[in-house]
T-cell receptor, first 112, second 110 residues
Framework: EPEVTQTPSHQVTQMGQEVILRCVPI?????FYWYRQILGQKVEFLVS????????KSEIFDDQFSVERPDGSNFTLKIRSTKLEDSAMYFC??????????FGEGSWLTVV | QKEVEQDPGPLSVPEGAIVSLNCTYS??????FMWYRQYSRKGPELLMY????GNKEDGRFTAQVDKSSKYISLFIRDSQPSDSATYLC??????????FGKGTKLSVKP
């Protein structure tokens, strides 16, 4: 069964460092997303991406965040200067329509 | 008022029981209603999705949506220990921005 794959599964980074989280969405999907989940809290929407541009973003997705689809298969989330409060599980997701959204296993980011 | 309310539990039931999980919401603009299962430190796994009021059945799972009451439910029949997980309701609008509930932690005891 096709799945969304994410790398790395866990990353520890120093505060202020740049981090890039990578995702390979399901191959025929057109809509891509990033969500995050701080330990013990809700899954929260960050950004949606369609047709090579951001279609919607949340208040969390400020200037420190960016997304890119550098080639036909990868979808990345960059955090330019990490803060302690960026520590969370980051989930990539994709869908072929707006209803059925499939999530990856997540990248656990720890900022120290 | 929070957009999506979900009782966090924990909920503990014996094997074979029928489980009822519920969410209420306030925004009538939601168009998509999903249930995900999440194991600890793993990604949400899509269980059920629906776009309209009424019931949708898939094996031991039934999703129910009542748009007039802004209430959605997930029923699990003949619950198994492997069903032990956190169940998340998620509601979506026009751009795929899902709003999640806090999740209900379910434990099914053998």
């Amino acid at each position: 069964e096709p799945e969304v794959t994410q790398t790395p599964s866990h990353q520890v980074t120093q505060m202020g460092q740049e981090v890039i989280l990578r995702c390979v969405p399901i191959s025929n999907h057109l809509y891509f997303y990033w969500y995050r989940q701080i330990l013990g809290q809700k899954v929260e929407f960050l950004v949606s991406f369609y047709n090579n541009e951001i279609s919607e973003k949340s208040e969390i997705f400020d200037d420190q965040f960016s997304v890119e689809r550098p080639d036909g298969s990868n979808f990345t989330l960059k955090i330019r200067s990490t803060k302690l409060e960026d520590s969370a599980m980051y989930f990539c997701a994709s869908s072929d329509d707006l209803g059925t959204i499939y999530f990856g296993e997540g990248s656990w980011l720890t900022v120290v | 008022q929070k957009e999506v309310e979900q009782d966090p539990g924990p909920l503990s039931v014996p094997e074979g029981a029928i489980v009822s999980l519920n969410c209420t919401y306030s925004n009538s603009a939601f168009q998509y209603f999903m249930w995900y299962r999440q194991y600890s430190r793993k990604g949400p796994e899509l269980l059920m999705y629906t776009y309209s009021s009424g019931n949708k059945e898939d094996g031991r799972f039934t999703a129910q949506v009542d748009k007039s009451s802004k209430y959605i439910s997930l029923f699990i029949r003949d619950s198994q220990p492997s069903d032990s997980a956190t169940y998340l309701c998620a509601l979506g609008g026009s751009q795929g921005n899902l709003i999640f509930g806090k999740g209900t932690k379910l434990s099914v005891k053998p």
